[in-house]
């Protein structure tokens, strides 16, 4: 997460990242819908396990491949476990891709 | 060609997919058509999964409709083989199954299977799958004793095969083993092929005596290990999830390896792919022979091109020496057609081997139909490879149950296509399927035998027919069962049975069990009838009677009527009683008793008529043919 600091330090770049950010979410939001067979999904920065029904560990795996596969990277079985909902997920990819 | 993973015989799933699901989930009411059309494409395992849950809400209804048939697989692991029992129904789907799984807790395998009173065994499976890992075999770690090693792969197959009898046993299902995949690691590099106890050694021993040990009986055996080598060992296997979940290979794999269970256990229910439909140009030589001339065609060594079509050719016919049928479907002269497999040199494939050939300017689904028909089988038995895209589009639209592999425009692929796409699985390979396409090119003689006399009573009489009836033996049980399992239009009540199943049949002494065998001018027909009659002090009730399509309207059915009709008379019955059980695909015998001379007494409770015959005024007719009948005790020759 960035902290308030960073944000109100470099506008231009904390655009690019925003716009970066929501470009995430939305294929986050569609690997969702696919992974845990949603009808449809609204997405928020602390969605996680507790909030949908279709979400156990199970599925958690494919959600994880799912996620590997679209970004074309790998996530470490540590990073995995790190994660408490789907906003540090996000932010994991950003780093991932920056 | 794209990756093996994904699939590539089948088309991807179109864009529009997950909108069709959801309006499937909406609709009042869901076909088997409606989600077998969904699960012809290659699907990925959430997919899979939302395709499956269809299935799983609808299952009822697709069940009655009758054209899949239902399936329930055990599954008995020392792994995770939740995903794969995620991504089973709807890949079965592919392959006219419905199938549902039933697990056992995890860590329970033994408990369930030798605990008569386990939930594996009151949920009455009819396949149970056995999937043990090397680990839980004792063959991960190396063992560096020559004895050890040997020890060790013995322990392993005692232990499965203390499991196997277990299912018989306790569950009396059918089993499915597996051969294991050997790990992506060596420990001595190359070496490791060369000592005894290495994890690669151990392993490919256990496979082989696996394989050795199980010849002969009915247990399925899935080759996990060539599955996992065709994907590549290091792609299969993936340390994390296996660390994480006890996943026994990569997620991606996963939706090959339920297609492979599926065709598996599609083949046991006989419902493998009968005919490969071949076209022409392009598709066995390259070029195109009414342009090119047979000196202008691509064909043979000497260039890529020539080769690659060469390859389809040669995988073609060892197929029809397997038993697999061949046609031609092609849009050509027929003339045209011919020259090349009576004047090219290099063609493998000659106009004897193919058993129906059609070229004409017919639209090919007409011609696929007609192909089928002249065969006696149904059009869901057919394999139609054909390199031009728009001839294949147009075959799956007016026929989807025809399979269509996707082959591109190379042909160099098409070989290792479709063998990938899995459309012929055997659970068996005897003598029958050495002389199958030999026997169907007879029944094409035959056919214009019967256009030239015209007269059909000259024409059986032209056929010089023998036919041998004798009750069950162990020699014929296999074929028995293949029988059973597999006839669906002339098949009185459906009824499908084991081969453990028709052992016991043969031993009842309360049952008459009959094997028909018909041989002709042309060749021998080999079994084509299965009978049973339960014996009553009154009434012999018709327990099962199914025919092969092949001998359709030879009076065969006359001759079993009149010996089982002989049976009762002498064992003091005063009628034989039958009924008639509908399905989708046996309109063909409705009218069967009738037609031999029963009478109809009612109708059947959930669908379907009674018949009765009375013994007193029956007399057998004069029949076109020799008869041989045998009784119990004696033998039938092979």
Known sequence: MHTPAAKAGATRKMKKDQMERS???????????DVFDLDELDYRDDLSAADIEEWDSLSNIRFMVSVEKAFGFRLSNSEIESLDNVGEMVDLIQQKLA | MSDVLALPWLLPAPADFRARVRAL????????????????????????????????ARRDDLGAEGRLRPVLLGIAATHTLDLVAEALPATALRHGLLVDTVQTDYGQLAQAVLDPASSLATAKPDFVLLALDAGALGLARPQFEAEAAEAAVQSALDYVASLRDGVRANIGAGVVLH??????????????????????????????????????????????????????????????????????????????????????????????????????????????????????????????????????????LDLRRRGIILAVCSKNEEAAALIPFREHDEMVLKEDHISVFVANWTDKATNLKAIA???????????????????????????????????????????RLLSLAGYFEAVAFNDEDRKRADMYQANAQRASALQKVGNLDEYLASLDMECTIAPFDDLGRARIAQLINKSNQFNLTTRRYTEADVAAIQADPAKFTMQVRLVDRFGDNGMISVVIFDRGEQAWHCDTWLMSCRVLGRRVEEAVLAHVAQAAKSAGAARLTGEYIPTPKNVLVEKHFEKLGFAQIGDREGGGTQWALDLASYASPDLPMQIDAKTAGQTVPA
């Open chain 2, 179 to 316: 051969t294991l995949a050997t790990p992506a690691e060596s420990l001595f590099g190359s070496y490791d092929a060369r000592v005894p106890g290495s994890v690669r050694w151990l392993i490919a021993r256990f496979n082989q005596r696996l394989a050795q040990e199980i010849a002969g009986d009915a247990d399925l055996l899935l080759d996990m290990a060539a599955l996992a080598e065709t994907v590549g060992l290091a792609r299969w296997h993936d340390p994390l999830r296996w660390h994480d979940a006890k996943m026994p290979c990569a997620l991606d794999a996963i939706p090959l390896y339920a297609d492979h269970l599926s065709r598996l256990l599609a083949a046991a229910r006989g419902l493998s792919r009968k005919c490969l439909v071949l076209d022409l140009d392009n598709t066995l030589w390259g070029g195109i022979i009414g342009d090119d001339g047979v000196d202008g065609i691509k064909l043979g060594q000497g260039s890529a091109r020539g080769e690659a079509h060469l390859a389809v050719q040669s995988l073609a």
């Open chain 1, 23 to 33: 470009e995430i979410t939305e294929q986050l939001t569609e690997i969702m819908i």
């Open chain 2, 25 to 56: 989930k909406a609709a009042d009411a869901v076909t088997a058509a409606d989600v077998v059309a969904l699960a012809a494409y290659g699907l990925d395992l959430s997919q899979l999964g939302s395709l499956g849950k269809i299935v799983d």
């Open chain 2, 373 to 415: 028909q002249a065969l006696n089988i149904g059009t869901d038995a057919l394999v139609f490879l054909d390199d031009n895209p728009a001839e294949r589009e147009r075959v799956r639209q007016e026929l989807p149950e025809v399979a269509v592999p996707e082959v591109g425009d190379e042909p160099s692929d098409y070989v």
